[in-house]
């Protein structure tokens, strides 16, 4: 099963790849190897190192590796990952958003960063709603979840935003960090 944009369909464009969600002034498409660059620019943002953590992508290598095992993987096993998130106009990357299956988690995370340049511009929310109808309606998934750093205020107004609610806190298992965790339950 392929990945669909809001109404259940996937969207192809002339470049070949899968957009699973746009909006007005935004593309969402699948991961490809060819956006490592971008990958390792975004992996390396020191708001992506503090809040969402260290990756350990230094090279070009390295973020086509990322790709591989945590983008491409997840579009097999579950039929969603992470995706890159474009302006509709020049079609420049400006930030990633997606499900992601961890497996310390009771249902998909919804997952969010972006450039420092598009930051403050309402992208977050408005990629994060496209992924969660997507999510909710083509999927049918009946919960999604976010974490978030609890000092992490611009992400928490984001998820608040996006009409989710405060679902106690969690373990993050390998750096131990205690994590607000927000839930989404299907209508």
Request: hydrophobic share 40%; net charge negative.
């Amino acid at each position: 099963m392929s990945p669909a944009g809001p109404e259940g369909r996937v969207f192809a464009e002339a470049s070949g790849r899968e957009v699973v969600a746009h909006t007005d002034r935004l593309v969402l498409h699948q991961y490809r190897l060819e956006d490592a660059p971008f990958a390792l620019r975004l992996l390396n943002e020191p708001t992506f190192l503090r809040f969402i953590g260290d990756k350990g992508v230094r090279t070009l290598e390295d973020a086509r590796r990322y790709i591989e095992e945590e983008a491409l993987e997840s579009y097999r096993a579950h039929d969603f990952g992470p995706y890159v998130v474009e302006r509709r106009t020049g079609g420049e990357p400006v930030g990633t958003c997606g499900l992601l299956r961890k497996p310390w988690l009771d249902a998909p995370d919804l997952g969010y960063a972006l450039l420092p340049e598009a930051a403050g511009r309402g992208y977050a929310t408005e990629t994060g709603r496209a992924v969660l109808n997507w999510a909710l309606d083509a999927l049918r998934l009946p919960r999604v979840v976010a974490v978030v750093q609890p000092d992490n205020a611009a992400s928490i107004r984001v998820l608040e935003k996006l009409g989710f609610a405060p679902d106690g806190t969690v373990t993050e298992p390998t750096r131990g960090e205690e994590l607000a965790r927000f839930a989404l339950e299907a209508a």
